[in-house]
């Protein structure tokens, strides 16, 4: 990628202030981070991954990908593919004898980028009831409840229904119209956008990113659409995706309800794309600054005020810390060596979930001792759709869980007072404090999500469930990057 890394100082930053947001991201109760980037003027002046999150990994960004989808709308305007006024349904002539209420048929492709179609509440679940094969022909028959523009209500069908439109009119998916255009002038490779039965990419959710792809979509837009010199996304699409179009509430302490722009919300200090439990790309003119941050988080709007509270004030101290002789560079190395150790507990380490009773490789020997049993599921799992879990041996000294749904096989090392990586899966594990019950956490590294396992040797059963509800997916299998899920076949997932 073509960021520029700079120091908090060089960039009138105060580090202190910095490690003070990351302090209380690890202190909030229901927030778990898992990587940040902080741009001033461009250059990243902080960035860490929680292990085992790593630089490297995507990671699914749920809502957050509207905000790529509008700039594939942004695009497509300047280049004359489509008009702001179009109507929805012209780009739709096969539904245009079915679709006749005049609400449905008078919304036009702004109003679907302002989550402004005229329904009041979110449409997902009625559209896909009326059409389960045709999301858009759901949505447009599903009349609004006002004129189209007047109300706002969050809805993903906006949202598929505008990248729907955008892969009919270029002939390709939404990241084919991007590669040219944006991610390859970003630098962006690594790009992975969940599909539905139709083969058209959701739009509203779905894409796999990683941290820094985030980043630079903030700073582009931070930036008026230029990027190294070249004016890249019209200056005039990110002054009007980024203003608000309707009023979405009168709470002056919530940054959900300041207005909304064309999939970019209007917040208490500029404006943001986010996803559910915890992704976003704050970016705020005002300071020249841009965060990403990614997490598995239930309070979202807790990590925005810790961003206000704690990293405000250091945009506007840099000065002030430079004047004090050695100041600044102390602050710089403090910080560096902090994002350098940044990382999620193992179970059973200080910190983390569960309380060994042995040494690790006492723990893990006591482990290796079930190989070859399996274990049913508990009757009161959350997960009843886990049917079973073996533990098997696997390449030399390896012990697998294997978890059994369906017909997929889902395999799990963990590691005892480490985590193990196993395909897109990282676990960890330890012994409960009388030795009875084996606790498991397994991370999908490729998402937000934990799953917590707890494996009963006595009773010969096990339970699960998950810390954060994957959403669309039921399937273990599918909780990964999408260019990798396999279809149950009976044989081993990963």
């Known amino acids: 990628m073509s960021l520029q890394r700079s120091t908090p100082s060089a960039q009138h930053v105060d580090a202190s202030g910095i490690e003070a947001f990351i302090d209380a991201l690890e202190h909030l109760p229901n927030v778990e981070p898992h990587s940040l980037m902080l741009l001033r003027s461009g250059q990243v002046v902080a960035e860490g991954w929680w292990a085992p999150y790593s630089a490297e990994r995507v990671h699914l960004l749920y809502s957050l990908s509207k905000s790529f989808t509008s700039t594939a709308v942004g695009f497509a305007v300047e280049e004359g593919l489509l008009s702001l006024d179009d109507t929805v349904i012209s780009h739709f002539p096969e539904l245009d004898a079915e679709v006749t209420d005049p609400r449905s048929r ?91 039965d139709q083969g058209f990419e959701l739009g509203y959710s779905g894409l796999h990113a990683r941290t820094e792809a985030i980043a630079s979509l903030g700073q582009l837009y931070l930036q008026g659409g230029v990027w190294e010199g070249r004016q890249l996304l019209p200056e005039s699409w990110v002054a009007e995706a980024t203003r608000s179009h309707i009023a979405n509430g009168d709470d002056p302490e919530s940054d959900w309800a300041q207005g909304y722009g064309f999939q970019f919300w209007i917040a208490r200090h500029g404006f943001r794309g986010d996803g559910a439990y915890g992704q976003y790309c704050v970016v705020l003119p ?58 999620l507990p193992p179970v059973g380490v200080a910190g983390g979930q569960g309380v060994p009773d042995a040494e690790p490789g006492a723990s893990e020997a006591s482990f290796r001792d079930l190989v070859g049993r399996t274990f049913t599921a508990d009757p009161g799992s959350a997960l009843p759709q886990l049917t079973a879990l073996e533990v098997a041996a696997g390449d030399g000294e390896q012990v697998l869980l294997v978890v059994h749904e ?42 937000p999500h934990r799953m917590h396992l707890v494996v009963d040797p006595t009773a010969g059963t ?17 909780v990964r990057r999408p260019s990798e899920v396999v279809d149950g076949s009976g044989s081993s997932v990963w």
């Open 106 to 196: 008078a919304m036009l492709v702004r109003h679907v980028l302002a989550m402004a179609s005229g329904h009041r509440e979110e449409t997902i679940m009625r559209a896909a009831a009326i059409d389960p094969t045709n999301l858009v022909r759901g949505f447009l028959l599903l009349p609004p409840d006002e004129d189209p523009g007047t109300v706002f209500a969050y809805n993903q069908p906006c949202t598929y229904t505008a990248a729907a439109i955008i892969q009919r009119i270029t002939g390709g998916t939404l990241t084919d119209y991007l590669r040219p255009r944006l991610l390859d002038p970003l630098g962006i490779g690594d790009f992975d956008w969940q599909r539905d």
């Open 286 to 343: 005002e300071h020249d600054v841009v965060l990403a941050v990614t997490g598995q988080s239930l309070d979202m709007q807790a990590v925005l005020n810790a961003a206000w509270e704690h990293l405000l004030p250091a945009f506007g101290r840099g000065d002030e810390t430079e004047s004090v002789e050695g100041a600044s560079g102390d602050a710089d190395q403090a910080l560096l060596e902090r994002l350098a150790g940044l990382a």
């Open 462 to 478: 096990f339970d699960a469930w998950w810390e954060t509800t994957p959403l669309r997916t039921s399937r273990l299998a599918e």
């Open 406 to 447: 369906g017909d997929d096989r889902v395999e799990i090392v963990p590691g005892f007072g480490e985590w193990r990586t196993h395909g897109p899966v990282v676990a960890s594990a330890a012994w409960g404090v009388d030795g009875g019950v084996l606790r498991v956490e397994a991370i999908f590294v490729e998402t």
